[in-house]
């Protein structure tokens, strides 16, 4: 399968893409655990990392890589990965686990990696150094069938709801199904109708995107990511482009689906109030690896001056302008 390349390495996913040894830990204050790899002295730092850094400062000094406990297995770890794109080094030892059964966030400034680590999570991307595991396989190591099947494991909502404009929204929600399985065009019209009365599309079926809302073509988007029933769901940036209204119904929304559903959600986002609202696990990235991890309540207290200032927003703090 062709690696796809980005200059960038934080474009949102492109859903046409879609179609086509463990880190060493140990223990840490508070039942926490922390990855020996992630700020240790010494590290041979990448350029553009060190160019983030303010003068007088560690590159990682405030990565304390603890990994809280979040009560629940991962459907997806990352051990030790590296990505760069020509000279410009994105992941750079990243340990990460995402739980099961819960709705996990990764927060972090613009451009420092988020999306890239979305798309590891389904194989548009490969690590240069290190693994990525879902639910304990490796997804480098997979040939392209099993990459196929693997694929059928998530549902993604991409940044603009990502609707086929020359379709309506009935037949985007069907268009997984249509796809991928053998189902009746009976069986599929029950579901997509299932999947758009939970998103509040009930009336809209006939609709077609440029006569929706922003609002309503995230809604499809989210009813179609549903319809193959997914293990795991992702967000890329799902409140890019809403009003603060509409972003806490969206959020309202996907805390309501969960519960329902249950599975691994995650977000990829640098809106904390929708973190507030929705998450139960946060993962803070920056500079390529993990600041700190764990359950959302016991982040939104963390003393760490970086995790503090980000998920506050204060003008204040380790992170500034660089």
């Known amino acids: 399968m062709a690696e796809e390349r980005d200059d960038r390495g934080d ?16 223990e840490a204050p508070g039942g926490a655990q922390r990855t020996a790899e992630q700020g240790r002295p010494g590290d041979d730092v990448p350029s553009n990392i060190v160019a983030q850094t303010r003068e007088g400062e560690e590159p990682y000094q405030w990565h304390s890589g603890l990994k809280r406990e979040h009560g629940s297995t991962d459907a997806i770890e990352f051990i030790d ?45 490969y690590p240069d150094r290190g693994d990525v595991l879902v639910h304990g396989q490796s997804v480098p190591g997979m040939v392209d ?5 693997m694929r059928k494991k998530f549902g993604v909502l991409f940044q603009d709801g990502a609707l086929f404009g020359s379709m309506n929204v009935l ?20 579901i997509c ?13 006939d609709k077609f ?3 929706l809302s922003g609002g309503m073509r995230k809604r499809a988007g989210f009813a179609r990511a549903l319809v193959l029933d997914p293990d795991i769901v992702l967000f890329d940036e799902p409140d890019s482009g809403l009003d603060p209204v509409r972003t806490a119904l969206l959020c309202e929304l996907i805390q309501e689906v969960h519960a329902e559903n249950g599975g691994a959600y995650v977000v990829i986002t640098h809106d904390i109030m ?15 690896r993990i600041v700190e991890s764990g359950p959302a309540s016991e982040l939104f207290d963390s003393p760490n001056q ?11 703090g380790p992170l500034g302008m660089e």
């Not at 474009?11 to 140990?26: I, K, W, Y």
């Not at 613009?110 to 979305?118: R, Y």
Request: glycine letters at 10%.
């Open 193 to 205: 109708r299932r999947r758009l009365r939970e998103v509040g599309l009930q009336g809209a079926l």
């Open 306 to 316: 970086f995790v503090r200032q980000f998920l506050s927003g204060e003008a204040r």
């Open 11 to 26: 474009r949102p996913l492109d859903p046409r893409a879609m179609e086509q040894g463990p880190a060493r830990e140990v």
């Open 274 to 288: 929708s973190a507030r609202r929705v998450a139960d696990y946060i993962a803070v990235l920056w500079k390529g």
């Open 81 to 125: 990965v590296e990505k760069s794109f020509g000279r410009n080094t994105i992941l750079n030892g990243l340990n990460l686990g995402i739980p099961d059964n819960q709705i996990s966030m990764i927060l972090g400034p613009s451009g420092t990696g988020k999306s890239v680590c979305i798309k590891h999570m389904v194989g548009l991307l």
């Open 209 to 211: 995107p440029n006569e």
């Open 171 to 190: 037949d985007n929600v069907a268009f997984p199904l249509r796809q991928h399985t053998d189902k009746g065009e009976e069986e599929i019209d029950e």
């Open 145 to 149: 069938d099993e990459l196929f099947e």
